[in-house]
């Protein structure tokens, strides 16, 4: 069976940046694969395209642009969020201020966004919301593990179920 929307794919990769000789972001092999339904819009739409029509047993390497992947690196993303947005029942939560530290946050509209504390200042917090691989050229190489057609059911809910999914 060939990758195609409604399949589910079971893989192994090694993510490095820019290219072959880039340094090592992550790989999979020694560790479980990476299962994914295909088309349901979970994976970076670039990755997928470059799956599209391969089968078990097929090898990829390929590279991705920044801008096809998480972004350009933006500097406006860099924002200083007053103290008091830390303050959790009356007192400031002081566990959560370490620089280098990701934490989920909210904008002004309820929009949840993913920020990391690069400074700590009196009465200001320096966070940067890029995502850590904005501006970052990506380049995967793998093997196809398996390919099989998804269930009625993942394809309703979005996601794969059983090893390598979700399980309710």
């Known amino acids: 069976m060939k990758i195609d929307k409604h399949t589910v794919v079971t893989l192994h990769y090694k993510l490095q940046e820019k290219d072959a000789d880039g340094d090592m972001v992550e790989q999979t092999f020694g560790s479980d694969p990476l299962v994914f339904l295909y088309g349901a819009g979970s994976m970076i739409p670039k990755f997928e395209a470059e799956l599209s029509g391969k089968k078990a047993g097929d090898g990829f390497a390929f ?5 096809e992947a998480y972004g350009e690196y933006d500097p406006e993303a860099i924002a ?3 103290k008091e947005a830390f303050v959790v029942d009356g007192e400031l939560a ?21 920020g990391t504390i690069l400074e700590i200042g009196d009465t200001e917090v320096q966070m940067n919301f890029n995502h850590p691989m904005a501006g970052v050229d990506l380049y995967f190489t793998g093997q196809i593990e398996e390919v099989r057609a998804a269930t009625a ?4 809910h979005g996601h794969v179920h059983g090893p390598g999914g979700v399980s309710h």
């Open 153 to 156: 059911e993942e394809i309703e």
């Open 80 to 82: 200083p969020i007053p």
């Open 94 to 114: 002081e566990d959560i201020l370490q620089v280098g530290r990701v934490i989920p946050m909210r904008d002004p509209d309820g929009n949840q966004l993913i």
């Open 63 to 67: 590279g991705i642009e920044s801008a």
